[in-house]
């Protein structure tokens, strides 16, 4: 499997030296789970895509993928499976190093804190796991909420020491650890949430919140990104261009009328979530709808130090299209 993407990643960064000639009109997009997503719901429920393809002259056919892991998707998109990727700054900076920058961020998703959850009463910090106990993350190691972790596991235990709580991850899509952790009949016994997962799961007096990724970050910051290979985006400029335009709007709506957006989550995901409670939800003062990346450098300073990643960037601009450039990014 590392063999197979390592020679993905050769491929990427060989064919984003070179641009055919353009194909446009078809956008192959993957998605993931949590209201963090609900720009892409919004621009999906009212075919912003299609709406500003059309405004540059162009008819775009937009297809989803339903996707859980940074690892996965990024399977997906160096096997062109998809053609615009979201997942966490993790798995992000992961691709961008290994394609040596054949792969680049489009814009945020927004701003909003993960919770490390557990289900046991005496674990209240990182010193109180032990060796029986699991933590639930999307990608186990590599995905945003595992580098948060290993942020944290460094600043509790020492430098050097990022990797101690590894072993105690395990892999599952967000509803299924929020499954595992509150039947408390599983081996899990803490999860690095997202929303509104991380809320519903606080409903019951069995779990608790331990830390907010914000605590560890040191603010808001911005944990999950659209992302596309600098070869598609050059033979496809109307299509991205349609994209990001839509991608723009969709956040501006989530942005003025969180009671629209919290209905556009329902009915998109087919939750059986009250609109209420995801309205509330996403109207916590820590949630912002933003494409601006916020304490990226963080990830990427952390991954470079402790040899995620083999390439040290200058600043976030490095990794990011142009669009962005201009926004007080971190």
Request: include cysteine; charged fraction near 20%.
């Amino acid at each position: 499997m590392k063999r197979l993407f390592r020679s993905l990643v050769a491929a990427v960064a060989l064919a984003a030296t070179t641009v055919p000639a353009a194909a446009e009109g078809v956008v192959r997009i993957s998605e993931q789970f949590g209201t963090l997503y609900i720009p892409f719901h919004i621009l999906r429920d009212q075919k912003l895509i299609e709406k500003h393809g059309k405004e540059l002259g162009l008819d775009i056919r937009v297809q989803w993928h339903r996707l859980s892991g940074g690892s996965a998707v990024n399977d997906a998109l160096l096997s062109g499976t998809v053609d615009i990727a979201s997942a966490g700054i993790g798995p992000f900076l992961t691709i961008w190093d290994r394609t040596r920058g054949a792969v680049k961020i489009i814009g945020a998703f927004g701003a909003q804190p993960n919770y490390l959850l557990t289900n046991k009463p005496n674990i209240r910090g990182l010193k109180d796991f032990g060796p029986s106990d699991r933590i639930a993350t999307p990608a186990a190691g590599v995905s945003v909420q595992a580098r948060t972790l290993q942020i944290a596991a460094e600043r509790e235990f020492g430098q050097g020491n990022q990797g101690k709580l590894d072993a105690l991850q395990v892999s599952l899509p967000h509803p299924d650890a929020t499954a595992a952790l509150l039947s408390g009949a599983t081996e899990i016994t803490a999860h690095l949430s997202n929303s509104p997962f991380q809320e519903q799961a606080l409903k019951d007096p069995k779990i608790h919140k331990i830390w907010s990724s914000y605590d560890v970050l040191g603010g808001p910051a911005t944990p999950t990104f659209a992302y596309t290979t600098v070869k598609f985006r050059a033979e496809n400029p109307k299509t991205c261009e349609a994209f990001y335009r839509a991608f723009t709007e969709a956040t501006e709506i989530a942005g003025r009328d969180r009671k629209l957006a919290a209905e556009t989550y329902v009915k998109i995901e087919k939750s059986k979530l009250d609109p209420a409670f995801v309205e509330e939800v996403i109207s916590n003062p820590e949630v912002q709808f933003t494409l601006t990346p916020l304490r990226t450098e963080t990830f990427a300073d952390f991954m470079f130090r402790s040899g995620a990643i083999k390439t040290r960037a200058a600043s976030w601009k490095d990794y990011t299209f142009p669009e962005l450039h201009g926004q007080p990014g971190s």
